[in-house]
């Protein structure tokens, strides 16, 4: 079965233009799909509203107690649910997820090392039979960024990790494409000029850019989650504009696309 998960991020989700247009474009997209979602904006803002201040290390999120309830709250609610709904809405039927539904997706509290993450869980096992059951009913499902550990405690997720690890698992039998969308035309020399893309990223060049501070904050989990999911055998991996999810689709050169080792070094 060829399978297609598609990523969206706070800066499309907390647009809601943008998030009709994408899920217009996820409802067009062909085959069989599963959409991952994040919302950090929101979350952020939310608890913020209620004085819980973020505190982000590394592109993750410290997540006390009452972060925590803050980002179920966001990620398993309000925006799973208003996502289900609209795409119910646009003919599809898809089913809202956590990590703890159907022991989707089980993980580890993130240990101590020399940052305390909180109740932030490392992904060590998916329930692809689930997956497959539900996508041989044509049922879409709609994941969102809270797992668990199998012991009665939620635990908070990056979303781009839960995208690579869905893909990386489900690859053991299926041909995989995934597409990380989000508010950039794709991988760009200059972040703030959107014409800069780099259309096909390796690991030589990223470190290079890493090195000197092209590639850095947000886009260094996205990348490093890119690339593990193509070294473990995912298909095709793509970095780019939610509005140009149906042109990276049909192959046509839209974003950036990850790539394989090219080169032995010496
Ligand atoms: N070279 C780069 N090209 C594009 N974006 C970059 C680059 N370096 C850093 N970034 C930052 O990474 C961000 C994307 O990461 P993130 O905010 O985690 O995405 P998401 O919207 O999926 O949550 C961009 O909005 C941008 O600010
Ligand atoms: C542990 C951790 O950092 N979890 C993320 C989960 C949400 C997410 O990944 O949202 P975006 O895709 O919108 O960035 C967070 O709480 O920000």
Known sequence: MNISIIKIGGNVIDFPAKLEEFLFLFSRFPGKKILVHGGGIMATKFGESLGVMPEMVDGRRIT??????IVTMVY??????????KLQGLKQNAIGMTGADGNLIRSDKRPVKTIDYGFVGDIKEVNVDLIQMLLDKDIIPVVCAITHDKKGQLLNTNADSIASELATNLSKNHKVNLYYCFNKSGVLIDE???NSIIPMINEEIYAE???ENVIHSGM???LDNAFAALNKGVNFVWIGKAENLLLAAKGKLSGTTIEKHRYDLY
Do not use: M, R, S
């Open 209 to 211: 850019l890493k090195k």
């Open 76 to 85: 398993a609610g309000l925006i799973n649910k208003q996502v289900v709904a």
């Open 220 to 222: 260094i989990p996205k």
């Open 64 to 69: 006390d107690k009452e972060t925590l309830d």
């Open 192 to 194: 703030h000029n959107d």
